[in-house]
């Protein structure tokens, strides 16, 4: 598959996957943070899913579906050879103890200091939070994946969030389809275009100052 | 703790629910769910004005969902509502009181309960609109929220197998939320799917030891 035949969302996928250091212990999101598994080189991260699985493998093939084992998103899994299972209150003292090197998260919003809006909308029932919160307190780092802009076109990385954030402490990099910003003490740093984006595309798209 | 019997019929183990009641029922959505016991609910006059911790409330009519629907349900605890939307509209309308935890709390709180632990400082959540009405306290330098810890009066779990004693051991990850659940509550119930004879698990495989579980209730076959 060519760049070009990616979807938006492998194609963000693909630009997070080379941020996973070798070997690491990686919590991937529900949506685009999933996809990230695909890009990466087989048995190169030991994925982590909250819901107590250590050691997430591929999509099982039809027939070999376990309903005993799916990842936080509920999708089928399967588990690769030196896994783990472990309950809820184990998962999360991994998580919000520091044992996590890497969580890649999905956003609605950014804010300029690199805080995110990720779990509720403004004047909706506040109904579902999930393991959000903890993995933005408790991994080492955090990654955001997500699309540059919201799909009616208004940028996602604004100068302050209008959705209820998820933590205040500010995530480590962001990836979009378009760029990637690192999280400084002084804001958001754009360190890469995407080859199909243009710094003048990312200015008009971007609602928050950035060097 | 008695001795399982590996006939204990639903009915006769759902006794103990009664109006009011607090019940922590195990399962991430539908996975690790003791649906039988839920089933059991259903049929159950004391199962009425429930407080039910979870991490959700089932699927729309399966599950915790199916409860909800015969009105069983007066409040659920939990981490996330939003994948079933009976829930939102029990919600909207007044029928369903909510009170929303960050997952690794909802753990925790779990753990705390059947441990002995009166609540406990997490930074999870802090600055945020679920810290609203929440003690604050910087320990280490970082600002941490106060949650007080869980218990119900009775809790549903399921596991994979159960000894003649009780001890249990989980599939993959039906574990989740259960060998917690199976710790906090006055009265604990195991769905199984099987019971093997006192001896028959390697004591370095069993989860959740016997003293916590109260009865347990076998949907296949008794070895």
């Given amino acids: 598959m060519t760049v070009q035949q990616m979807t938006v969302q492998q194609r963000i996928a693909a630009r997070v996957a080379p941020h996973i250091p070798r070997g690491a212990v990686v919590n991937l999101g529900i949506g685009i943070p999933t996809l990230v598994a695909d890009h990466l080189p087989a048995g190169t991260a030991h994925l982590q899913t909250e819901n107590g699985l250590l050691g997430v493998g591929p999509t099982p093939g039809p027939g070999e579906i376990d309903p005993d084992l799916v990842h936080a998103g509920k999708l089928p899994v399967t588990a690769r050879p030196g896994a783990s299972y472990f309950a809820s209150s184990a998962s999360f003292g991994m998580i919000r103890g520091g044992h996590v090197e890497v969580a890649v998260l999905g956003a609605l919003q950014i804010d300029a200091r690199g805080r995110i809006a990720n779990w509720a909308l403004p004047g909706k029932p506040v109904l579902g939070v999930g393991g959000a919160m903890d993995l933005l307190v408790g991994a080492r780092t955090v990654i955001v994946a997500t699309t540059h802009t919201a799909k009616d076109g208004t940028p996602k990385i604004v100068a302050d969030a209008t959705f209820p954030l998820t933590a205040q402490r500010p995530v480590d990099l962001v990836v979009t389809e378009a760029a990637t910003f690192a999280v400084t003490p002084g804001g958001l740093e754009l360190v890469d275009i995407a080859d199909d984006h243009d710094l003048a595309w990312i200015r008009t798209h971007t609602a928050a100052p950035f060097r | ?223």
């Fill in chain 2, 1 to 223: 703790m008695t001795l399982v019997s590996p006939t204990t019929s639903i009915a006769a183990a759902l006794a103990a629910v009664r109006p009011g009641a607090t019940l922590m029922v195990g399962g991430f959505g539908l996975v690790g769910a003791p649906l039988a016991l839920i089933e059991g609910l259903l049929v159950h006059p004391g199962a009425r004005d429930l407080t039910v911790i979870s991490n959700n409330l089932g699927e729309p009519g399966r599950g915790l969902g199916r409860l909800l629907l015969d009105g069983r349900v007066r409040k659920a605890v939990g981490s996330y509502f939003t994948s079933n939307p009976d829930v939102v509209a029990a919600y909207e309308a007044g029928r369903l009181e909510v009170e929303l935890l960050p997952q690794g709390t909802l753990a925790e709180a779990i753990r705390a309960g059947g441990a002995g632990i009166g609540g406990f400082y997490t930074r999870t959540g802090w600055g945020t609109a679920l810290a609203q009405g929440r003690e604050e306290r910087v320990i280490g330098g970082e600002p941490h929220l106060f949650h007080e810890a869980l218990h119900a009066d009775v809790a549903l779990i399921r596991a994979r197998t159960a000894d003649e004693l009780g001890n249990l051991v989980y599939s993959k990850t039906a574990r989740n939320f259960n060998p917690d659940m199976a710790t906090a509550a006055d009265v604990v119930i195991a769905e199984v799917d099987e019971v093997v004879p006192v001896g028959a698990l390697d004591p370095e495989e069993i989860v959740t030891p016997h003293l916590f579980v109260d009865a347990v209730v076998c949907t296949g076959v008794a070895r």
